[in-house]
Protein backbone atom coordinates (compact mmCIF):
# COMPACT_ATOMS: atom_id res chain seq x y z
CA UNK A 1 0.00 0.00 0.00
CA UNK A 2 0.95 3.58 -1.21
CA UNK A 3 0.19 6.92 0.69
CA UNK A 4 -2.01 7.55 -2.72
CA UNK A 5 -3.74 4.04 -2.41
CA UNK A 6 -5.31 5.06 0.87
CA UNK A 7 -6.20 8.25 -0.23
CA UNK A 8 -8.13 6.83 -2.96
CA UNK A 9 -9.74 4.34 -0.44
CA UNK A 10 -10.62 7.15 1.97
CA UNK A 11 -12.10 9.19 -0.99
CA UNK A 12 -14.00 5.84 -2.08
CA UNK A 13 -15.44 5.29 1.16
CA UNK A 14 -17.19 8.94 1.14
CA UNK A 15 -14.72 10.94 3.28
CA UNK A 16 -13.86 14.37 1.60
CA UNK A 17 -12.15 17.62 1.77
CA UNK A 18 -13.35 19.83 5.23
CA UNK A 19 -14.40 16.37 6.83
CA UNK A 20 -14.27 15.89 10.79
CA UNK A 21 -13.69 12.18 11.46
CA UNK A 22 -12.80 10.29 14.65
CA UNK A 23 -10.57 7.00 13.51
CA UNK A 24 -9.68 4.38 15.11
CA UNK A 25 -7.46 2.17 13.08
CA UNK A 26 -5.00 -0.96 13.41
CA UNK A 27 -2.35 -0.23 10.76
CA UNK A 28 -1.03 -3.91 10.31
CA UNK A 29 -3.97 -4.58 9.39
CA UNK A 30 -3.62 -2.63 6.42
CA UNK A 31 -0.96 -5.12 4.72
CA UNK A 32 2.22 -3.48 4.38
CA UNK A 33 2.17 0.04 4.45
CA UNK A 34 5.02 2.32 2.30
CA UNK A 35 6.24 4.87 4.97
CA UNK A 36 3.58 3.21 7.36
CA UNK A 37 1.48 5.07 10.36
CA UNK A 38 2.94 8.50 8.62
CA UNK A 39 1.71 7.70 4.99
CA UNK A 40 -1.23 6.92 7.22
CA UNK A 41 -1.71 9.44 8.67
CA UNK A 42 -0.65 11.73 5.59
CA UNK A 43 -3.33 10.10 3.74
CA UNK A 44 -5.50 10.95 5.82
CA UNK A 45 -4.54 14.91 6.13
CA UNK A 46 -4.25 14.41 2.29
CA UNK A 47 -7.91 13.38 2.14
CA UNK A 48 -9.75 16.19 5.20
CA UNK A 49 -7.40 18.50 3.49
CA UNK A 50 -6.93 22.45 5.95
CA UNK A 51 -10.56 22.57 6.35
CA UNK A 52 -10.76 18.97 7.78
CA UNK A 53 -10.12 17.42 11.46
CA UNK A 54 -8.92 14.67 12.27
CA UNK A 55 -9.62 13.05 15.91
CA UNK A 56 -8.21 9.81 17.42
CA UNK A 57 -8.67 8.25 20.70
CA UNK A 58 -5.78 8.56 23.34
CA UNK A 59 -6.38 5.99 25.55
CA UNK A 60 -6.27 1.99 25.57
CA UNK A 61 -4.38 0.44 23.31
CA UNK A 62 -2.38 3.53 21.82
CA UNK A 63 -1.97 2.99 18.29
CA UNK A 64 1.02 4.48 16.04
CA UNK A 65 -1.19 6.99 14.25
CA UNK A 66 -2.62 7.83 17.62
CA UNK A 67 0.99 8.57 18.67
CA UNK A 68 2.01 10.49 15.49
CA UNK A 69 -1.53 12.75 15.96
CA UNK A 70 -0.62 13.02 19.08
CA UNK A 71 3.12 14.26 18.81
CA UNK A 72 1.97 16.39 15.80
CA UNK A 73 2.73 19.99 16.74
CA UNK A 74 -0.12 21.55 16.01
CA UNK A 75 -2.08 19.00 17.26
CA UNK A 76 -4.79 19.47 20.35
CA UNK A 77 -5.03 17.09 23.09
CA UNK A 78 -8.51 17.63 25.53
CA UNK A 79 -7.91 17.80 28.41
CA UNK A 80 -9.45 15.25 30.86
CA UNK A 81 -7.78 12.11 32.71
CA UNK A 82 -9.78 9.45 30.73
CA UNK A 83 -11.75 9.24 27.39
CA UNK A 84 -9.22 11.70 26.14
CA UNK A 85 -8.87 12.61 22.32
CA UNK A 86 -6.30 13.98 20.69
CA UNK A 87 -7.08 16.24 17.25
CA UNK A 88 -5.70 17.39 14.00
CA UNK A 89 -6.88 20.49 11.91
CA UNK A 90 -9.49 23.26 11.49
CA UNK A 91 -12.08 22.09 14.11
CA UNK A 92 -9.28 20.59 16.91
CA UNK A 93 -9.57 23.49 19.12
CA UNK A 94 -13.36 23.67 18.99
CA UNK A 95 -13.78 19.92 19.65
CA UNK A 96 -11.58 19.47 22.28
CA UNK A 97 -12.08 22.42 24.29
CA UNK A 98 -12.49 22.09 28.43
CA UNK A 99 -13.51 18.52 27.92
CA UNK A 100 -13.20 18.02 31.58
CA UNK A 101 -15.76 20.51 32.29
CA UNK A 102 -18.43 18.03 31.04
CA UNK A 103 -21.06 16.42 33.11
CA UNK A 104 -19.87 12.99 31.79
CA UNK A 105 -16.74 11.92 29.91
CA UNK A 106 -18.80 10.84 27.04
CA UNK A 107 -21.76 13.29 26.71
CA UNK A 108 -22.56 16.91 26.06
CA UNK A 109 -20.07 19.06 25.42
CA UNK A 110 -17.15 16.86 24.75
CA UNK A 111 -15.47 16.24 21.69
CA UNK A 112 -17.62 12.78 21.39
CA UNK A 113 -21.04 14.76 21.15
CA UNK A 114 -19.55 17.58 19.16
CA UNK A 115 -18.25 15.30 16.41
CA UNK A 116 -22.13 14.43 15.87
CA UNK A 117 -23.27 17.60 16.28
CA UNK A 118 -20.46 19.16 13.71
CA UNK A 119 -21.66 16.55 11.19
CA UNK A 120 -18.55 14.18 11.72
CA UNK A 121 -17.88 10.76 11.19
CA UNK A 122 -16.68 8.04 12.80
CA UNK A 123 -14.01 5.36 10.96
CA UNK A 124 -13.19 2.51 11.45
CA UNK A 125 -10.01 1.10 9.81
CA UNK A 126 -8.97 -2.30 10.10
CA UNK A 127 -10.78 -2.65 13.70
CA UNK A 128 -14.68 -3.52 14.30
CA UNK A 129 -16.63 -1.63 16.52
CA UNK A 130 -15.31 -2.90 19.85
CA UNK A 131 -12.83 -0.40 19.72
CA UNK A 132 -15.89 2.75 18.53
CA UNK A 133 -14.92 4.72 21.86
CA UNK A 134 -18.14 6.79 20.41
CA UNK A 135 -20.88 3.79 21.21
CA UNK A 136 -19.88 5.30 25.34
CA UNK A 137 -21.99 8.10 24.13
CA UNK A 138 -25.27 6.23 23.35
CA UNK A 139 -25.08 4.16 27.17
CA UNK A 140 -24.39 7.63 28.64
CA UNK A 141 -27.18 9.61 26.62
CA UNK A 142 -29.69 6.47 28.23
CA UNK A 143 -28.07 6.96 31.65
CA UNK A 144 -27.73 3.44 31.75
CA UNK A 145 -28.09 1.73 35.45
CA UNK A 146 -24.90 -0.30 34.82
CA UNK A 147 -22.82 3.05 34.39
CA UNK A 148 -20.63 3.52 37.01
CA UNK A 149 -19.18 6.39 38.63
CA UNK A 150 -15.23 6.93 38.02
CA UNK A 151 -12.76 7.31 40.69
CA UNK A 152 -11.73 10.91 41.87
CA UNK A 153 -8.64 12.13 39.54
CA UNK A 154 -6.78 15.08 40.41
CA UNK A 155 -5.09 16.50 37.28
CA UNK A 156 -3.74 19.39 35.78
CA UNK A 157 -5.83 22.23 33.90
CA UNK A 158 -5.21 25.37 31.91
CA UNK A 159 -7.41 26.52 35.17
CA UNK A 160 -5.03 24.96 38.03
CA UNK A 161 -5.28 21.65 39.59
CA UNK A 162 -8.76 19.82 39.63
CA UNK A 163 -10.05 17.16 41.57
CA UNK A 164 -13.40 15.41 40.15
CA UNK A 165 -15.13 12.08 39.44
CA UNK A 166 -17.57 11.55 36.60
CA UNK A 167 -20.71 9.26 36.66
CA UNK A 168 -22.04 7.24 33.94
CA UNK A 169 -18.42 5.86 32.82
CA UNK A 170 -18.63 2.50 30.83
CA UNK A 171 -17.60 -0.62 32.62
CA UNK A 172 -14.98 -3.51 31.71
CA UNK A 173 -17.20 -5.26 28.94
CA UNK A 174 -19.43 -5.28 26.69
CA UNK A 175 -20.75 -5.92 22.65
CA UNK A 176 -20.20 -3.16 20.69
CA UNK A 177 -19.23 -5.67 18.10
CA UNK A 178 -22.90 -7.09 18.15
CA UNK A 179 -24.00 -3.62 16.99
CA UNK A 180 -22.44 -3.93 13.68
CA UNK A 181 -25.16 -5.48 12.37
CA UNK A 182 -27.69 -2.92 13.05
CA UNK A 183 -25.56 -0.16 11.25
CA UNK A 184 -25.28 -1.94 8.55
CA UNK A 185 -28.86 -3.00 7.88
CA UNK A 186 -29.38 1.09 8.43
CA UNK A 187 -27.61 1.82 4.91
CA UNK A 188 -25.87 4.43 6.96
CA UNK A 189 -22.96 2.94 7.32
CA UNK A 190 -20.34 2.59 3.92
CA UNK A 191 -18.14 -0.74 4.27
CA UNK A 192 -15.37 -1.03 1.83
CA UNK A 193 -11.91 -2.05 1.90
CA UNK A 194 -8.66 -0.31 2.04
CA UNK A 195 -5.57 -2.89 1.13
CA UNK A 196 -6.38 -6.06 3.42
CA UNK A 197 -8.32 -3.90 5.76
CA UNK A 198 -12.40 -3.70 6.28
CA UNK A 199 -12.97 0.23 6.55
CA UNK A 200 -16.44 1.13 8.24
CA UNK A 201 -17.40 5.07 7.39
CA UNK A 202 -20.49 5.95 9.15
CA UNK A 203 -21.70 10.10 10.49
CA UNK A 204 -21.57 9.87 14.16
CA UNK A 205 -24.97 11.62 14.60
CA UNK A 206 -26.65 8.52 12.40
CA UNK A 207 -24.36 5.64 14.61
CA UNK A 208 -26.11 7.43 18.05
CA UNK A 209 -29.71 7.65 16.75
CA UNK A 210 -29.69 3.87 15.78
CA UNK A 211 -27.93 2.64 19.09
CA UNK A 212 -29.70 5.37 21.11
CA UNK A 213 -32.88 3.41 19.55
CA UNK A 214 -31.65 0.09 20.26
CA UNK A 215 -31.28 1.33 23.92
CA UNK A 216 -34.37 2.36 24.71
CA UNK A 217 -35.93 -0.75 22.97
CA UNK A 218 -33.78 -2.89 24.75
CA UNK A 219 -31.15 -1.63 28.11
CA UNK A 220 -29.34 -4.35 27.57
CA UNK A 221 -28.03 -3.65 24.01
CA UNK A 222 -24.54 -3.54 24.32
CA UNK A 223 -23.83 -6.30 26.67
CA UNK A 224 -23.09 -9.64 25.62
CA UNK A 225 -25.39 -12.67 26.89
CA UNK A 226 -22.47 -14.57 27.80
CA UNK A 227 -23.31 -16.44 31.33
CA UNK A 228 -19.69 -16.86 31.92
CA UNK A 229 -18.85 -13.35 31.32
CA UNK A 230 -18.75 -11.93 34.85
CA UNK A 231 -18.89 -8.05 33.96
CA UNK A 232 -22.36 -8.73 31.91
CA UNK A 233 -23.81 -10.40 34.30
CA UNK A 234 -23.09 -7.94 37.25
CA UNK A 235 -24.24 -4.94 34.60
CA UNK A 236 -27.51 -6.90 33.58
CA UNK A 237 -28.19 -7.40 37.39
CA UNK A 238 -27.82 -3.92 37.79
CA UNK A 239 -30.45 -2.94 35.37
CA UNK A 240 -32.65 -5.87 36.28
CA UNK A 241 -32.12 -4.24 39.50
CA UNK A 242 -33.13 -0.75 38.50
CA UNK A 243 -35.93 -2.17 36.96
CA UNK A 244 -37.48 -3.59 39.94
CA UNK A 245 -37.12 -0.60 41.99
CA UNK A 246 -38.72 1.21 39.65
CA UNK A 247 -41.65 -0.38 41.02
CA UNK A 248 -43.89 0.21 43.86
CA UNK A 249 -43.96 -3.67 45.07
CA UNK A 250 -41.27 -4.88 46.49
CA UNK A 251 -39.80 -7.23 43.92
CA UNK A 252 -38.83 -10.70 46.23
CA UNK A 253 -38.02 -14.25 44.91
CA UNK A 254 -38.89 -17.53 47.23
CA UNK A 255 -34.98 -18.94 48.75
CA UNK A 256 -36.36 -22.49 47.28
CA UNK A 257 -36.04 -20.73 43.50
CA UNK A 258 -32.66 -19.24 44.42
CA UNK A 259 -31.08 -22.21 45.41
CA UNK A 260 -30.21 -24.80 47.75
CA UNK A 261 -27.50 -23.05 49.89
CA UNK A 262 -28.24 -19.70 50.89
CA UNK A 263 -24.67 -18.66 49.43
CA UNK A 264 -25.59 -19.98 46.51
CA UNK A 265 -29.17 -17.80 47.13
CA UNK A 266 -27.18 -14.99 47.58
CA UNK A 267 -25.42 -15.54 44.20
CA UNK A 268 -27.89 -15.91 42.64
CA UNK A 269 -30.18 -13.22 43.86
CA UNK A 270 -27.43 -10.74 42.99
CA UNK A 271 -26.69 -11.91 39.70
CA UNK A 272 -30.77 -11.28 39.24
CA UNK A 273 -30.78 -7.70 40.43
CA UNK A 274 -33.06 -8.90 43.23
CA UNK A 275 -33.12 -7.75 47.08
CA UNK A 276 -35.62 -9.57 48.54
CA UNK A 277 -35.84 -12.95 49.51
CA UNK A 278 -39.35 -14.56 50.78
CA UNK A 279 -37.86 -18.02 52.88
CA UNK A 280 -40.03 -20.87 52.13
CA UNK A 281 -37.78 -23.64 51.48
CA UNK A 282 -34.05 -23.52 52.69
CA UNK A 283 -31.09 -26.72 52.30
CA UNK A 284 -34.14 -28.64 50.90
CA UNK A 285 -36.19 -28.53 53.87
CA UNK A 286 -39.18 -26.28 54.33
CA UNK A 287 -38.57 -23.55 56.48
CA UNK A 288 -41.18 -25.37 59.74
CA UNK A 289 -38.63 -28.15 59.90
CA UNK A 290 -35.48 -26.03 59.96
CA UNK A 291 -33.59 -26.14 63.35
CA UNK A 292 -33.41 -22.16 64.97
CA UNK A 293 -29.40 -21.91 64.32
CA UNK A 294 -30.05 -22.94 61.18
CA UNK A 295 -32.32 -20.02 59.88
CA UNK A 296 -30.82 -17.85 62.08
CA UNK A 297 -27.78 -18.18 60.19
CA UNK A 298 -29.78 -17.68 57.16
CA UNK A 299 -30.77 -14.10 58.40
CA UNK A 300 -27.27 -13.17 59.41
CA UNK A 301 -25.54 -14.38 55.56
CA UNK A 302 -28.97 -12.61 53.91
CA UNK A 303 -28.37 -9.56 55.93
CA UNK A 304 -24.89 -9.27 55.40
CA UNK A 305 -25.20 -9.47 51.62
CA UNK A 306 -27.71 -6.48 51.93
CA UNK A 307 -31.37 -8.80 51.13
CA UNK A 308 -34.24 -8.31 53.45
CA UNK A 309 -36.79 -10.80 54.33
CA UNK A 310 -40.19 -10.26 53.17
CA UNK A 311 -41.35 -13.05 55.44
CA UNK A 312 -41.45 -16.85 56.70
CA UNK A 313 -43.85 -19.23 54.67
CA UNK A 314 -44.70 -22.76 55.45
CA UNK A 315 -46.65 -24.83 53.23
CA UNK A 316 -48.02 -26.66 56.39
CA UNK A 317 -51.25 -25.56 57.40
CA UNK A 318 -50.40 -23.94 61.37
CA UNK A 319 -51.97 -24.27 65.00
CA UNK A 320 -52.57 -21.07 66.92
CA UNK A 321 -49.68 -22.81 69.07
CA UNK A 322 -47.43 -23.12 66.18
CA UNK A 323 -43.60 -23.32 66.90
CA UNK A 324 -43.46 -21.41 63.69
CA UNK A 325 -44.80 -18.57 65.41
CA UNK A 326 -41.88 -18.92 68.12
CA UNK A 327 -39.23 -19.38 65.34
CA UNK A 328 -40.46 -16.23 63.40
CA UNK A 329 -40.17 -14.63 67.05
CA UNK A 330 -37.10 -16.21 68.05
CA UNK A 331 -35.50 -14.85 64.52
CA UNK A 332 -36.92 -11.53 64.40
CA UNK A 333 -38.85 -11.87 61.52
CA UNK A 334 -42.00 -10.02 61.33
CA UNK A 335 -44.25 -11.51 58.48
CA UNK A 336 -45.25 -15.56 58.20
CA UNK A 337 -46.78 -16.36 55.15
CA UNK A 338 -49.38 -19.74 55.34
CA UNK A 339 -51.79 -21.42 54.12
CA UNK A 340 -55.34 -20.30 54.00
CA UNK A 341 -57.43 -23.19 56.20
CA UNK A 342 -60.17 -23.41 58.59
CA UNK A 343 -58.12 -22.62 61.92
CA UNK A 344 -56.94 -18.99 60.34
CA UNK A 345 -59.10 -16.74 62.67
CA UNK A 346 -56.91 -18.66 65.48
CA UNK A 347 -53.59 -18.22 64.03
CA UNK A 348 -54.13 -14.67 62.67
CA UNK A 349 -55.17 -13.98 66.56
CA UNK A 350 -51.94 -16.00 68.15
CA UNK A 351 -49.86 -14.32 65.47
CA UNK A 352 -51.07 -10.43 66.59
CA UNK A 353 -50.28 -11.29 70.09
CA UNK A 354 -46.95 -12.01 69.49
CA UNK A 355 -46.53 -8.86 67.20
CA UNK A 356 -46.25 -10.80 64.04
CA UNK A 357 -48.09 -10.11 60.61
CA UNK A 358 -49.92 -12.54 58.92
CA UNK A 359 -50.53 -13.02 55.42
CA UNK A 360 -52.78 -16.74 54.01
CA UNK A 361 -52.46 -17.91 50.71
CA UNK A 362 -54.60 -19.81 48.66
CA UNK A 363 -54.42 -23.45 48.33
CA UNK A 364 -57.17 -25.62 48.05
CA UNK A 365 -59.99 -23.03 48.00
CA UNK A 366 -61.69 -21.20 45.03
CA UNK A 367 -61.86 -17.33 44.83
CA UNK A 368 -65.22 -17.48 46.72
CA UNK A 369 -64.63 -19.57 48.88
CA UNK A 370 -61.30 -17.21 49.99
CA UNK A 371 -63.39 -14.24 49.59
CA UNK A 372 -65.51 -15.77 52.14
CA UNK A 373 -63.16 -16.38 54.97
CA UNK A 374 -61.23 -13.14 54.47
CA UNK A 375 -64.17 -11.39 55.02
CA UNK A 376 -64.82 -13.32 58.11
CA UNK A 377 -61.38 -12.78 59.21
CA UNK A 378 -61.55 -8.47 58.45
CA UNK A 379 -63.72 -9.13 61.61
CA UNK A 380 -61.51 -11.10 63.77
CA UNK A 381 -58.32 -10.09 62.95
CA UNK A 382 -58.64 -6.90 60.24
CA UNK A 383 -54.77 -6.96 60.15
CA UNK A 384 -54.84 -10.29 58.42
CA UNK A 385 -53.57 -10.25 54.71
CA UNK A 386 -53.80 -12.85 51.32
CA UNK A 387 -51.33 -13.85 49.21
CA UNK A 388 -52.93 -14.70 45.81
CA UNK A 389 -51.14 -17.61 44.52
CA UNK A 390 -52.32 -17.68 41.23
CA UNK A 391 -51.44 -21.11 39.92
CA UNK A 392 -53.27 -22.71 42.82
CA UNK A 393 -56.31 -21.26 41.55
CA UNK A 394 -55.81 -21.90 37.79
CA UNK A 395 -55.48 -25.61 39.08
CA UNK A 396 -58.96 -25.31 40.21
CA UNK A 397 -59.99 -24.45 37.41
CA UNK A 398 -60.56 -20.74 37.75
CA UNK A 399 -59.44 -17.96 35.46
CA UNK A 400 -57.51 -15.88 38.28
CA UNK A 401 -57.63 -12.47 37.43
CA UNK A 402 -61.14 -12.31 36.65
CA UNK A 403 -62.44 -14.64 39.35
CA UNK A 404 -60.69 -12.52 41.58
CA UNK A 405 -62.20 -9.20 40.64
CA UNK A 406 -65.64 -10.90 41.03
CA UNK A 407 -64.88 -12.05 44.56
CA UNK A 408 -63.43 -8.79 45.00
CA UNK A 409 -60.51 -10.77 47.50
CA UNK A 410 -57.49 -8.16 45.76
CA UNK A 411 -58.12 -5.48 48.40
CA UNK A 412 -56.88 -7.78 50.94
CA UNK A 413 -53.75 -8.93 49.45
CA UNK A 414 -50.38 -8.05 50.64
CA UNK A 415 -48.35 -10.25 47.94
CA UNK A 416 -48.75 -11.67 44.56
CA UNK A 417 -46.79 -14.87 43.97
CA UNK A 418 -45.57 -14.55 40.54
CA UNK A 419 -46.32 -18.13 38.81
CA UNK A 420 -47.38 -19.77 36.39
CA UNK A 421 -49.42 -22.69 35.68
CA UNK A 422 -52.04 -24.65 33.22
CA UNK A 423 -55.50 -25.89 34.94
CA UNK A 424 -53.79 -29.77 34.59
CA UNK A 425 -51.57 -28.41 37.31
CA UNK A 426 -48.13 -28.17 35.11
CA UNK A 427 -46.10 -25.17 35.84
CA UNK A 428 -45.25 -22.86 33.09
CA UNK A 429 -42.98 -19.65 32.39
CA UNK A 430 -44.58 -16.76 33.13
CA UNK A 431 -47.22 -16.09 30.93
CA UNK A 432 -47.46 -19.33 29.59
CA UNK A 433 -49.69 -20.86 31.55
CA UNK A 434 -53.45 -20.08 32.81
CA UNK A 435 -52.59 -18.16 35.53
CA UNK A 436 -53.49 -14.66 33.98
CA UNK A 437 -50.28 -13.67 35.57
CA UNK A 438 -49.44 -10.60 33.28
CA UNK A 439 -53.52 -9.40 33.60
CA UNK A 440 -52.94 -9.68 37.56
CA UNK A 441 -49.52 -8.18 37.93
CA UNK A 442 -50.82 -5.46 35.63
CA UNK A 443 -53.95 -4.41 37.42
CA UNK A 444 -52.42 -4.28 40.96
CA UNK A 445 -49.66 -1.66 39.27
CA UNK A 446 -52.33 0.36 38.22
CA UNK A 447 -53.61 0.50 41.54
CA UNK A 448 -50.27 1.58 42.96
CA UNK A 449 -49.69 -2.19 44.75
CA UNK A 450 -47.02 -1.61 47.27
CA UNK A 451 -46.86 -5.23 48.39
CA UNK A 452 -44.66 -8.09 47.11
CA UNK A 453 -44.30 -9.50 44.02
CA UNK A 454 -43.09 -12.61 44.87
CA UNK A 455 -40.68 -14.72 42.07
CA UNK A 456 -42.31 -18.52 43.57
CA UNK A 457 -40.81 -21.86 43.98
CA UNK A 458 -42.82 -23.05 41.48
CA UNK A 459 -41.17 -21.88 39.23
CA UNK A 460 -37.85 -23.73 39.42
CA UNK A 461 -40.09 -25.89 37.42
CA UNK A 462 -39.25 -24.08 34.30
CA UNK A 463 -36.24 -22.44 34.72
CA UNK A 464 -33.08 -20.66 37.16
CA UNK A 465 -34.06 -17.50 39.22
CA UNK A 466 -32.28 -15.16 36.85
CA UNK A 467 -34.39 -17.43 34.13
CA UNK A 468 -37.61 -16.13 35.93
CA UNK A 469 -36.41 -12.75 36.75
CA UNK A 470 -35.51 -12.16 33.06
CA UNK A 471 -39.20 -13.26 32.09
CA UNK A 472 -40.43 -11.23 34.65
CA UNK A 473 -38.82 -8.05 33.38
CA UNK A 474 -39.88 -9.18 29.77
CA UNK A 475 -43.65 -8.82 31.48
CA UNK A 476 -43.07 -5.47 32.80
CA UNK A 477 -41.79 -4.07 29.13
CA UNK A 478 -44.66 -5.28 27.78
CA UNK A 479 -46.90 -3.32 29.89
ZN1 LIG B 1 -19.72 -9.50 28.49
Redesign the pocket.
Known amino acids: MTKNEIVAGLRKLGLKKGDIVMVHSSLASLGRVTGGAQALLDAFLAVLGRDGTLVVPVFGKLGILTELVRQHPKSVVSVIPTGTVAALGKHARRICKDHWKADLVHEKDTPYVRIAEMGGYICLLGVDQDRNTSLHTAEAVLRLPYLKRTKEHTFDTPEGKVTKSWPFFPG????FIGLDRAFRESGKMKVGRIGTAVARLIKSRDMLDIAVALGRRAPDFA????PN?????R?RADLNRARFRAEDATVAAATGLAGRYVPEMIENLQAAGIDAVELDIIQGQPVHALRPATLEKALAEFKEAGIAVTGLRSAAALDADSKMLDLAKACGIARLVVPLACRAAEVATSAAKQGLAVSFFNTALTTAQVGRVMRELEHAQPGARLTLSPAHFARLGEGPFSASTKARIRKYMDQLDIEDMTREGTPQALARGNAEIKELVSILRCAGFSGNFVLSTTNRFTGTLRDTAARFVGLLDTM
Do not use: F, G, S, Y
Request: overall charge negative; some cysteine; hydrophobic content about 20%.
Open positions: PHRDLCDNCADCVQ
